[in-house]
């Protein structure tokens, strides 16, 4: 027999679900619900920032992050939401600093594709070509997927 889900991950569910239909007052109501649920807050303050983040407030967010990284620093999750929100205002050298941190600290296997190829585009837009470089090549090295493998194989060149 399932178990039946945590009382959480309805909410989790549901904020996902609000969060593709662009529902943010709905997302942020799950959200609120998943922060009085007992969850970690680190997992609220993601949410919170992938709502801003999605509606295009990438400093809102990013302050959010940086804050929450000052209890929980290793957090892999909020290190990756902070690096793509300082990625998308072109702060590069702090995106950089955050994906490389993300990848210290993450032991999901299924991120560093992401994490390496964001990390690359932050060191080529810095001018670091080598080291975009050998990211692209370390993230290829977590995909099979064709197009994937296409992609990065052109950014190399």
């Known amino acids: 027999?399932?178990?039946?889900?945590?009382?959480?991950?309805?909410?989790?569910?549901?904020?996902?679900?609000?969060?593709?239909?662009?529902?943010?007052?709905?997302?942020?109501?799950?959200?609120?619900?998943?922060?009085?649920?007992q969850e970690p807050i680190d997992l609220s303050t993601?949410?919170?920032?992938?709502?801003?983040?999605?509606?295009?407030?990438?400093?809102?967010?990013l302050t959010g992050l940086q804050i929450q990284l000052k209890l929980t620093p290793d957090n892999p999750t909020v290190l990756t939401w902070a690096g793509i929100n300082a990625q998308a205002i072109e702060e590069w050298t702090i995106a950089e600093k955050y994906f490389l941190e993300a990848i210290q600290y993450n032991k999901d296997q299924n991120a560093f594709l992401n994490l390496y190829w964001r990390l690359g585009d932050c060191q080529r837009a810095m001018g670091k070509l080598v080291a975009a470089q050998r990211s692209y090549k370390t993230a290829l090295t977590y995909t099979t997927d064709a197009t994937y493998y296409k992609e990065l194989n052109a950014l190399i060149k």
């Not at 989790?12 to 649920?37: F, G, I, P």
């Not at 993601?46 to 967010?61: D, G, N, P, V």
């Open 1 to 37: 027999a399932k178990s039946m889900p945590k009382f959480a991950d309805n909410y989790v569910d549901w904020y996902e679900t609000m969060l593709h239909y662009e529902q943010w007052d709905s997302a942020n109501l799950a959200c609120k619900y998943v922060r009085t649920s």
């Open 46 to 61: 993601t949410c919170l920032a992938r709502i801003l983040f999605y509606q295009k407030k990438y400093s809102e967010a």
